[in-house]
Nanobody, 124 residues
């Protein structure tokens, strides 16, 4: 069982930055692929970025490429999402998720554990 807790969300103006963190419980964090997802009101949950267990493989959805960076520190059981050049359309609840596969899939239904989410609001 893995428990995840996100932090770092908030209100920011367009063009600003935020850094999300996700702290995980357990001693096998490096064996999990990790992902950041988001869900805006009235929309389906979508993948934002994923990272493999060793941190060597990453994936970004097209809309955040060049602006967001996912990283992880396995010694601290933590995964991060650095978000720069934020846009109003980035406004959503952001969720951290753990995939039992070390690869880190892109599908929402392929993740096994989820955090409660953190709100990110970008004002224009």
């Amino acid at each position: 069982q893995v428990q995840l807790v996100e932090s770092g969300g908030g209100l920011v103006q367009a063009g600003g930055s935020l850094r999300l963190s996700c702290a995980a419980s357990g001693r096998t964090f490096s064996t999990y692929g990790m992902g950041w997802f988001r869900q805006a009101p009235g929309k389906e949950r979508e993948v934002v970025a994923t990272i493999s267990g060793n941190g060597f493989m990453t994936y970004y959805t097209d809309s955040v490429k060049g602006r967001f960076t996912i990283s992880r520190d396995n010694a601290k059981n933590t995964v991060y999402l650095q978000m720069n050049s934020l846009k109003p359309e980035d406004t959503a609840v952001y969720y951290c998720a753990a995939d039992k596969s070390v690869v880190a899939h892109k599908g929402v239904n392929e993740y096994d554990y989820w955090g409660p989410g953190t709100q990110v609001t970008v004002s224009s």
